[in-house]
């Protein structure tokens, strides 16, 4: 059996929370979402799209955070606690 | 003992209150200027605490000291007092209510060893969400001075100035952990690190000891900790031993199937919830939150795009129209200047370089202040309210097709109405990349200076009245084409930069959506202020220069003999023709001969023949030519020259003595000179040239040097002449437009 494929924030649906597992994707994106707050085992919850669909803000850590699809698709997420 | 002042550096995340806070400590009495060697403003100024002064210098808002380009650089170089002295204390300000991602950098600076204040900043609206932050707590945990400040309403900036002059004085902080134990920080030792980072991180510190560049256990870790997250993917310039020392320590980590960054940063966030264990209590739903409920409708799907469209409409026409009054204010303040030095000095050279040169050009910059200062307070107002960073969100994904940031879209707007408060609101920009970017372009946009050419030519070449299908004037299509061809040469010039001179990744969009706040007035008319005065005194005086060489280039030389015959004319006319309207008639024609020959003797007239040669092509001649040169001085000013050029003396685009001499040009061979080809021709070309030299000189003052507007210069002249030449050569060939 295969492992489960790995969920990535640009996944969650609007509402939804997850917990970040892992950032992955170039340096110089990777650590300025680490800093801001993204490291693993924080709750992050997708707050609203864009009017035009990108980017997306986050919550996380108390404060929106924007961040465009294409670095949504590099953070690894697990389940939130609680949802299934 | 030296006797200079103490220096404390302001430092915090942008949108924590920083810039309110400096203004309230120094009392607004800033000293502008620019890092050595970055074009990063550089604020400087001075609390006075019981009669001791304090400099206070006032950092980039960053989120943490990693930096990837020299100008991110310039807060870790300021704290590791490389290029200035060291701070003898650094006052961090964190916006209570997102107190975790303040705390992170909090810890950085802490790290690097000088005594540290923490301005607990909004900490109004912290308790009025139900946050509950004990900052006695935080100040035990990190082990230094914490002061609650609400800056916008002046609250706590005595206790935090009285923390800052305890600081300055201070042994440096002690850091205590309570994850970690009761001191995890040898004495004046930097803290220590998780064993696994340890190593990583000492085989760097060897690599920074052995430089020399900085001094002390901390500024080494600091430094140390610096590399190991800023280099690798960088634009840095940095000794090549650290480099491959960073390099080879990552690379080790990652044979290992560990992450260093990951390890470091999420250690530091480890630091920052121990410290908030017990000191943060309150559960906050800020889905209830009045700022949530605003984006609620501001950013809603649809709501939000009409009210972005209504308020990018505002600030348009504020620069557009509002301003206008303003301008003409100014425009005859200055008139009425030339009019008071005409009348006190006796005619001669010395009296037209002053009227003429030095007060028409000190006009040419003051005529700026109403749109810039508009536009300054525009982006203030809705940098400190928030919705800044919702432009930017709401726009991103137009603006990073082009690969620019969500944040150009107001530069680039604004560029519709001038260029010169355009480019300098590229500094609402992060990354110089996309600074340069956004500058190089935003002179192509159609500014309001060209509407009087396009007015002018439609009008000669076409009957503007006349509808096109029966619903569109003629004008109004012209003019549709005109900001058509604008839009898209303005967006295919940024593509096409973005994969060539400023080659780069798309610029990640990392943005934080502060909560909405009301704006303070003082803070708002200081920016504008302090933007306006940069203005006059950078970019002014090279604008000033360059007015007065213009003003000589279409002036000088004279030519003595024909203002002999022209002064021998006037007498005659005088003292044949009765005083009346016919003399009065017969002497404005001398004057508007005398005009139109001075100029075609003067250096610019000369230089439009000599270019004839080169614009003949375009369906241009030498007279079109002077036009093109006068109008470097600003674009509508074409419009006067032609009215010298052809005798018609001092003209607008709605003269009709200058259109009739227009329709009636013809060149040598007797051939029409402004075909209706010839015309749009001329128009695409006024599109596309750089034909400003306000422009020129403000994008050498943004950009700090002169390689860029050199740059600008050349490729828009080069686009301009090739797309002219494209218009007028095929329009020819079709045999379109040419009666």
């Known amino acids: 059996m295969s492992p489960p494929p790995v969920r990535t924030l640009s996944e969650l649906a609007v509402g939804q929370t997850a917990i970040v597992r892992h950032v992955r994707g170039e340096r110089r994106t990777t650590v300025r979402l680490l800093e801001m707050g993204l490291v693993p085992g924080t709750e992050v919850e997708l707050r609203r799209r864009a009017p035009l669909g990108d980017p997306l803000e986050l919550r996380v850590r108390g404060y929106a ?20 | 003992m030296t006797t200079a002042a103490p220096t404390v550096l302001l430092a915090g995340n942008p949108n924590s209150g920083k810039t309110s806070l400096f203004n309230r400590l120094t009392g607004a009495r800033a000293k502008v200027g620019n890092y050595p060697g970055v074009t990063v403003e550089r604020r400087a100024g001075t609390l006075t605490r019981g009669g001791n002064k304090i400099a206070i210098v006032d950092l980039p808002g960053t989120y943490s000291l990693t930096a990837r380009s020299a100008e991110e650089q310039v807060a870790v170089d300021a704290l590791l007092g490389r290029g200035d002295a060291a701070p003898d204390a650094v006052v961090v300000v964190t916006d209570a209510t997102a107190l975790r991602r303040g705390l992170y950098f909090v810890t950085q600076v802490l790290d690097a060893g000088h005594p540290v204040v923490v301005a607990l900043n909004m900490m109004d609206e912290a308790r009025a969400s139900g946050l509950k932050v004990d900052a006695k707590r935080i100040a035990e945990a990190l082990g230094c001075e914490v002061v609650e400040t609400v800056a916008t309403k002046s609250a706590g900036i005595d206790e935090l100035a009285e923390a800052v002059a305890r600081a300055v004085v201070a042994e440096p902080a002690r850091v205590a952990l309570p994850a970690t134990g009761p001191a995890t920080r040898p004495a004046g030792g930097p803290v220590l690190l998780p064993p696994a980072l340890a190593e990583a991180v000492a085989s760097i510190e060897e690599v920074v000891r052995a430089s020399q560049l900085v001094d002390g256990a901390a500024a080494v870790r600091t430094r140390a900790t610096w590399a190991l997250l ?8 940095v000794e090549p031993a650290l480099r491959e020392a960073v390099m080879r320590v990552h690379q080790r980590a990652r044979d290992a199937g560990r992450d260093l960054d990951e390890e470091l ?19 906050v739903d800020d889905r209830k939150s009045s700022s949530n409920r605003v984006d609620a409708v501001l950013l809603h799907p649809l709501a939000g795009l009409v009210v972005f469209a209504v308020v990018m409409l505002m600030v348009f026409q504020a620069l557009f129209a509002w301003s206008e009054p303003l301008v003409s204010a100014i425009e005859a303040g200055v008139g009425a200047v030339q009019d008071a030095v005409r009348s006190a000095l006796p005619a001669g050279a010395v009296r037209d370089l002053l009227v003429d040169g030095v007060v028409a050009g000190v006009g040419n910059v003051i005529v700026f202040v109403p749109q810039i200062a508009m536009l300054f307070a525009f982006i203030t107002i809705m940098e400190d309210s928030g919705y800044l960073a919702r432009v930017a969100f709401v726009i991103d994904r137009v603006m990073g097709g082009v690969g620019l940031h969500g944040r150009a879209f107001v530069p680039m707007l604004s560029g519709f109405a001038c260029a010169i408060p355009a480019v300098m609101a590229t500094r609402t920009l992060e990354s110089r990349k996309d600074r340069l970017l956004t500058m190089m ?14 007015v002018l030519i439609t009008a000669t070449i076409f009957d503007p009245s006349k509808k096109l299908l029966g619903v569109i004037s003629v004008g109004a299509a012209v003019l549709l084409a005109m900001y058509g061809v604008s839009v898209v040469a303005t967006l295919g010039a940024a593509a096409v930069l973005r994969r060539t001179v400023l080659k780069g990744p798309r610029p990640t969009f990392v943005l934080e959506l502060p909560p909405y706040r009301m704006p303070s007035i003082r803070d708002v008319l200081l920016a504008t202020w302090q933007r306006v005065k940069r203005f006059v005194i950078d970019a002014g005086t090279v604008i000033l220069a360059l ?3 213009i003003w000589g280039l279409l002036n000088y030389p004279k030519n003595e003999q024909a203002e002999a015959r022209f002064e021998a004319q006037r007498a005659e ?17 001398i004057e508007s001969n005398a005009a139109g020959e001075a100029l075609r003797d003067s250096a610019g007239g000369k230089l439009g023949h000599l270019i004839e040669p080169a614009i003949e092509p375009l369906g241009f001649d030498w007279r079109i030519g002077v036009g093109i040169v006068g109008a470097f001085a600003a674009r509508e000013v074409f419009v006067s020259t032609l009215g010298i050029v052809f005798d018609v003396g001092s003209a607008d685009e709605e003269s009709k003595p200058l259109r009739d001499a227009l329709v009636s040009a013809r060149h040598p061979d007797g051939d029409k000179l402004m075909t209706p080809l010839a015309g749009i021709s001329l128009m695409v070309f006024f599109v596309l040239a750089a034909q400003c030299m306000s422009t020129i000189a403000v994008v050498r003052r943004e950009s700090g040097s002169w390689k860029w507007p050199a740059l600008m210069f050349g490729y828009m ?23």
Do not use: H
């Not at chain 2, 800023?230 to 310039?237: E, Q």
């Not at chain 2, 940063?265 to 559960?283: F, K, M, N, Q, S």
């Not at chain 2, 372009?441 to 050419?453: D, E, Y």
């Open chain 2, 441 to 454: 372009v935003v002179p192509l946009a159609s500014c309001s200076a060209r509407l009087p050419v396009y």
């Open chain 2, 265 to 283: 940063v999420a250690w530091r966030y480890g630091r920052v919830d121990a410290t908030l264990e017990g000191a943060i209590a309150g559960t």
């Open chain 2, 230 to 237: 800023s280099i690798g993917d960088d634009d840095l310039d």
């Open chain 2, 573 to 589: 006319v005088t003292a044949t023709v009765a005083e009346g309207e016919a003399r009065d008639e017969a002497l404005q024609t």
């Open chain 2, 547 to 549: 007015s007065i060489v």
């Open chain 2, 717 to 739: 002249t080069a686009l301009a002449y090739v797309a002219s030449l494209a218009t007028y050569q095929i329009g020819r060939l079709l045999g379109l437009g040419l009666a």
């Open chain 1, 65 to 84: 955070l924007s961040i465009r699809k294409t670095e949504a698709l590099g953070i690894e997420i697990d389940a939130a606690k609680g949802t299934v």
